[in-house]
């Protein structure tokens, strides 16, 4: 029962809800001003209707108090907004940031969250030894203590309990996980500190990391103004450390054109994948999403409108593209659907093979089974397929800023090349082919001085 107390001009209204897990008892209060022109009758009806809406909304939960932890309200937002509003993998990373901003803010209540306190996080957020994935590479040790172990890298991997090529990779002398060099450590009765030490070069969150951590806490703190549960947003007044702006990395036209020379020694899947990507610029889901039923071979367009993901909790799964934006239907070069009706009739051949263990879920690009292609193993692929042709260092990503700085330098112009990618907005795709533009407009300077020295 709502209980309600005069308090000079306005009435205070409090409504128990129980006890928390310590036995305390959890009040909600709040004041309820009337207006100048109510009689006394009036404003004692309303205090009255007031409490009974106030005692509604605590008994249902709608209620939230400025008081409430950090922790407990982004608990609340990730509930009632995130996990309806957001994809999974934008979900998975913000639970991820949050386990972070909880140690350093959880604790604090809502009401009496100021500014410096963030400031303080991100300070510590830019301190050395931060990053909980530092990477560890082999001592001039390591050589020397798996030279004569008795057993065999397969035997030696087992025993560990890791994988044969992240033993690989540290017989190479490259960076494996802390929890990966211990485990060989404890298999070979050695120090983790005599075999492993800590890659120096890569202990500290980069700006835009700690930028990330900002945008977050923004949004949710944001969202509490907006539930009216504080005033305003303690973000709004402060500024996260200036990330600077890093060029996308893509190849020119010579280094496509090598490119797709060492393609042709390859499998047709992979040759025709990795050139689709080149002449779309799709993002790795979207190509892995695509199904037959979305490739027009008569007009010459592909109907994007999914994507094939991969998260630890969930395994592979499919879901709608990054933004509404996203779902679009471009044209495709001829070259592109040539190497795809040859690789469909291999796909068929391939899905006689395995019969019934075949699932016929239409998807182009596919394990050897039928289903979706895991994400990690075409980024995987192509990682070797660099190394092993000298090409330039790249990742799968880099083929689709390839796209859009090949586009941009011969004059296509920005309005196409954002709806191709799928931007939302062409000031997405200026800000981030800012170097592809400049180039751009370079070119169209001295081609205007060649036209206009003829014509004088």
Not at 113 to 134: G, K, M, T, V
Not at 168 to 179: C, P, T, V, W
Not at 257 to 274: M, R, S, T, V
């Amino acid at each position: 029962m709502a209980t309600i107390k005069k308090r000079g001009n306005s009435y205070s209204i409090r409504v128990s809800c129980g006890y928390d897990m310590q036995g305390k008892q959890i009040i909600h209060s709040m004041t309820w001003k009337p207006e100048k022109d109510m009689t006394v009758k009036q404003m004692e009806k309303e205090a009255q209707r007031q409490a009974v809406l106030f005692e509604e909304k605590c008994k249902r939960g709608l209620y939230l108090s400025d008081n409430i932890r950090f922790a407990d309200f982004a608990e609340k937002w990730f509930t009632d907004y995130a996990e309806k509003q957001l994809k999974a993998k934008t979900i998975a990373r913000y639970k991820e940031l949050l386990k972070r901003i909880n140690q350093a803010i959880g604790h604090i209540k809502l009401n009496q969250l100021q500014p410096i306190h963030l400031l303080r996080f991100y300070d510590n957020l830019a301190e050395e030894n931060i990053r909980s994935d530092i990477k560890y590479k082999p001592t001039i040790h390591f050589a020397e203590a798996t030279k004569n172990i008795g057993m065999t890298k397969t035997e030696l991997a087992k025993k560990a309990n890791i994988s044969i090529n992240t033993l690989n990779q540290a017989y190479k002398g490259k960076n494996i996980s802390y929890l990966s060099a211990s485990k060989i450590a404890n298999a070979l009765n050695y120090k983790i500190e005599f075999l492993f030490e800590k890659d120096s070069q890569n202990t500290k969150l980069s700006p835009k990391t700690i930028q990330h951590y900002h945008r977050l806490i923004s949004s949710i703190l944001q969202t509490a103004v907006q539930w009216q549960v504080i005033l305003y947003n303690p973000c709004e007044r402060i500024k996260p450390p200036k990330a600077e702006q890093k060029e996308s990395r893509f190849l020119d036209d010579v280094e496509v054109l090598e490119l797709f020379h060492c393609l042709d020694k390859e499998a047709i899947q992979y040759k025709a994948l990795i050139t689709l990507l080149v002449y779309t610029g799709m993002r790795r889901g979207e190509i892995l999403g695509l199904k037959w039923s979305d490739i027009d071979f008569n007009t010459q367009t592909i109907n994007i409108q999914r994507a094939v993901l991969y998260l630890p909790n969930r395994g592979i799964f499919e879901d709608s593209t990054k933004t509404s934006s996203s779902q679009r239907i471009i044209k495709v070069a001829d070259t592109a659907l040539q190497l795809l009706k040859e690789y469909k009739k291999g796909q068929n051949i391939q899905r006689l093979q395995c019969g019934d263990q075949w699932h016929n879920l239409n998807y182009i690009f596919t394990s050897w089974n039928g289903k979706p292609m895991h994400p990690d193993s075409l980024t995987a692929w192509f990682k070797k397929f660099i190394t092993k042709y000298n090409l330039p260092s790249v990742s799968i990503h880099s083929l689709r800023h390839t796209n859009a700085s090949l586009l941009i330098a011969n004059g296509v112009n920005i309005t196409t090349v954002s709806k191709r990618l799928g931007h939302a907005t062409t000031a997405t795709t200026t800000k981030i082919y800012a170097h592809a533009i400049q180039s751009a407009d370079e070119a169209a300077c001295n081609t205007l001085q060649n036209i206009l020295k003829k014509v004088q």
